[in-house]
Nanobody, 122 residues
Framework: QVQLVDAGGGSVQPGGFLTLSCAVS????????VAWFRQAPGKERTYVAG???????LYADFVKGRFTISRDNANNFVYLRLNNLESEDTAVYYC????????????????WGQGTQVIVSA
């Protein structure tokens, strides 16, 4: 059984930073595509960043170099470092996993974490 557990969210001021983590069990992250999506209230779930099974990284345009996705193959974790946060980044962030390549379409991802809330407010 594949399980993803998201953690690390919180409340920060604009310009602040957070590191989100995703603990994966039941499947190796090293041979999979992993990604982070986010969903703001009343909006669709949107792609943020991902790493393919061949370590290709791909970021959404709105990231603008502020976020960094990484994975720890030895411990089976995925991380998302969020720097220079803006109020528009407020959302629930979800880790996702699938075999092979990255897709922007959330319906093409097989496994999901439960989400972790990020609030950016002065």
């Amino acid at each position: 059984q594949v399980q993803l557990v998201d953690a690390g969210g919180g409340s920060v001021q604009p310009g602040g930073f957070l590191t989100l983590s995703c603990a994966v069990s039941g499947r190796a992250v090293s041979g999979s595509a992993v990604a982070w999506f986010r969903q703001a209230p009343g909006k669709e779930r949107t792609y943020v960043a991902g790493i393919s099974y061949i370590d290709q990284t791909l970021y959404a345009d709105f990231v603008k170099g502020r976020f960094t996705i990484s994975r720890d193959n030895a411990n089976n974790f995925v991380y998302l470092r969020l720097n220079n946060l803006e109020s528009e980044d407020t959302a629930v962030y979800y880790c996702a996993l699938r075999p092979g390549v990255i897709y922007y379409d959330s319906t093409l991802w097989e496994y999901w974490g439960q989400g972790t809330q990020v609030i950016v407010s002065a």
